[in-house]
């Protein structure tokens, strides 16, 4: 018989572990969307965002592309202390784990986020106005070659250059570097800095425009995002600023019902429903759901349903079996549709640690379909019929 002489053998192996993790299902939007998550559950007012660009070649392209060279995102939470900072890189450490009040719960999200787009993941840190900002980090390329294997200690560091005015007296900067993931699109070619942008502040404004109504700032490089609600039933978006007054839309089903969670039929929590019928002043004519007037209210992108977690957009599509088919019924986008339910009921969702999609359990699905299916197609009579009154005009 062989002895196996005794050794330790590691869980996993951190750096062919943390390279496979990479590719965790985030695209750059949501990766960012968790830093966010993370500012809100620490009581951040203000979360500022700057991105730092430089040309490259990316590929086989021969002309340079300005592409995201460095990604800074600051708050004015409440900090972390050493200890949770030491471990806020962790894979599996939250402060939070499990918590079924607010947003985070899994522990991975921000990491898994952050890792997907860069090499190196930076954080510095505070709680208290006047004490030195803590600072660590780790590095996948120091990990994969041996130089690292467990995270610093924190250490007392200035923040980076141009990136003082990202936090306030207290709270956390989180920079992403070495982010070659948002420097190369699919197609192996560079990734348009701008682009990037307008797709960031576009995911904010609807994901958070909850938050953004309530009056949290969130700003990338000096310009504060407005709220789009695809319920078009909020006054703080930027169709309404500066003696902008577009109508709102009007209320059509607000219904809320509770459900219990399956493997604890004692736990129950309220699930909310929401229809509008979006304003005849945007649909006067069949066929202007895709005209200029209706893109820049991103119109065109409200066909499917939208569902909040904690008030934080998960899921923005075609619900299976709630809603009617939507094959050739562009005027659905003229219905604002949205269901929020909290933390509690996940499972019931199939909420995943990374927070994009939601797919209803069975009965919860069937009892979504009763108060959704035979509204929207009265409502899509309605349209039709006041298209029909300005034809017969």
Known sequence: MTVVENQTVPLIAADKTLLSLRSSGHDYTSAVGEVIDNSLQANANAIRCRVATTKKTIGGNKKKTEVVESLAMGDDGDGMDITVLHNCLKLGY?????????????GVGAKMGGISQAKRIEVWSRQTAGDPWMFTYIDLDEIECGDMDSIPVPVELDLPSGCEDLV?????????????????????????????????????????RKFLDRGIIIEFDGKPVAPHDPLYLMTSTRFHLDGKNDPTAEIKVNESFEFAVPSDPKRKSRVHITLTLLPKEFR??????????????????????????????IFNGWLRDVQPSIDGKPIDRFIGKEIRFEPDLDECFHVRNVKKGAEPIEGL????????????QDLRKDISSHYDAVDRQ
């Open 168 to 208: 306030g007296d207290t709270g956390t900067l989180v920079r992403w570097s070495k982010t070659d993931r948002l420097e190369e699109n699919e197609s192996g070619g560079g990734r348009r800095a701008d682009t990037v942008k307008v797709e960031l502040v576009h995911y904010t404004a609807r994901t958070f």
């Open 284 to 313: 006067m004519k069949r066929g202007e759901g895709g005209n200029e007037f209706a893109k820049e209210r991103r119109i065109p992108e409200n066909e499917g349903i939208s569902i909040l977690r904690a008030d934080r957009e």
């Open 365 to 376: 699905r069937d009892k979504l379909k009763s108060l959704i299916h035979k509204s929207i």
């Open 94 to 106: 939250s402060s939070r784990y499990n918590d079924r009040a607010g947003m985070g719960r899994f």
